[in-house]
């Protein structure tokens, strides 16, 4: 087996479960996928262990490796915590971004507008994640960083949402996303960290309504009766 396949096998399994490929608080088969990507069990459980670190998986001890959940608590900490580290995550990029680092969010953020141009929202969530990535980069902070890398995850599959705009409304909503990233782009670039604030906290207000659907159940349908209504009916 190569170094190559076992990073391939990690990178794809990565993305599979930002897409939701691989839906949150799923098993995973460990021989299946030895299988699927044709390695052995030790890089196989090497690879386990990395996405564990990262938050994309977790495993009790002598049990199978799940996919990491999102239940209402992470997303109660998610929808608290997200502003947070974004707004101090872009005053740190404004403050403290190499010049030679601007050149590759430009790169990524040409993507992205691609991306929601076709309306590939798979593609547009990866490199918004992508994106928010390197703005967490060129903060230079080692503190943030694991923080923001481990609630990018949970964005990510959310956004799968965001990316599918269903009414006129929505659709504006992602062109706009896509114009706030290249005024975020600027103002990083400026060095205007005020400005890269308030740029980043319209940016998660834009989304944060759509993003909760992901975790909001659908209404019951309208014919619906009580049960002790029906009660005559058992």
Known sequence: ?????????????????????????????????????????????EIFQRLGGEGYLVRAQNRTAKVASMDIATMRMFFQTAPLVYANIARLAAENRRSDEIATLARIQDGFRAATAKGDAGEAAILN????????????????????????????????????????DEKLRVAKACEQHDAMITAIE??????????????WDLSRDRLERFVSPDPLPVDVVAMKERRDAL
Do not use: W
Not at 136 to 160: C, F, V, W
Not at 190 to 203: D, F, K, N, Y
């Open 129 to 168: 994640h992508r994106f928010h990535l390197q703005i967490g980069e060129m903060a230079h902070n080692p503190y943030l960083l694991p923080s923001l890398k481990r609630m990018l995850i949970d964005h990510t599959r959310l956004s799968q949402t965001f990316y599918r705009p269903a009414s006129a």
């Open 1 to 45: 087996m190569t170094t190559d396949r076992k990073t391939d096998c990690l990178e794809d399994l990565r993305m599979r479960i930002l897409r939701q490929d691989i839906a949150p608080g799923a098993d995973l088969d460990e021989t299946q996928l030895c299988k699927e990507y044709g390695i052995s069990r030790t890089p196989m459980r």
């Open 190 to 203: 400026r060095q205007e960290p005020s400005l890269a604030v308030e740029l980043t906290l319209e940016h």
